[in-house]
């Protein structure tokens, strides 16, 4: 909490650089990897030739779609450390404005936004939940509508960090639930600041289809290559 307070206080400083004068300062952007095309049209990654899908239909059933920003690497990632472990809330901005600008060159829409629950312990201990903040600059900037309940995490579970595909895959597993009425169709983008197998946004998909939504597309601020 203290953390964010101070954020507000203290001038812009670069989430890449830490110079002052702007959250993402203009040299910085200029070392921000976008992902190459071809990219696997599901699942938003870099591939050699363009094809449907890269392998990746078995393991992304409920992901209609998966895009991802930038490459996280360089500048993106110390400005997402920041983001995310040392409470620079205010990049909020400028790393939703990159993915929300890759959204609408891809043609993406979605009519709600819901964001990545954390589990209630880790969400006290953080003091807040970096996909949320995401989540209300998209809502902003897009013209999202809030969505008619809330994705909750119901299960605690360790970091997906430095684990392999299938790993990621069962920890996540059954870890989410819809709270609210049904979605009765309606498509959602599911929002992440980082995503590596996709695992993740894939066990929030599967519980926002489980209540009942239409498409649903995961997007994430950085990927990272694996």
Known sequence: MLSGFVDLLLPP?????????????????????HLREPLCR?????????????????????????????????????????????????????????????????????????????????????????????????????????PPGRLVRIRATPPQVGHDRLWRQKNVHGAFEWLGPSLAGRSILVVDDVATTGATLEACASALRAAGSGPVIGAAVARVTV
Request: proline fraction near 6%; charge should be positive.
């Open 13 to 33: 400083r670069c989430g890449g650089c830490r110079r002052v004068g702007s959250w993402l300062c203009a040299g910085c952007r200029s070392r921000i990897r």
């Open 42 to 146: 599901r699942c938003g990654a870099e591939v050699d030739t363009p094809r449907p899908d890269c392998g990746c239909r078995t393991r992304l059933r409920s992901l209609a779609r998966l895009r991802s920003a930038v490459a996280y690497e360089g500048p993106i990632e110390l400005a997402i450390q920041r983001f995310k472990y040392w409470g620079w809330r205010r990049l909020a901005s400028p790393l939703a404005m990159l993915l929300a600008e890759r959204l609408v060159v891809e043609g993406l829409a979605a009519s709600s936004a819901a964001a990545v629950p954390l589990h209630p312990e880790r969400l006290r201990a953080r003091g807040f939940n970096q996909s949320e903040l995401l989540v209300r600059e998209l809502t902003a900037s897009m013209g999202l509508r809030p």
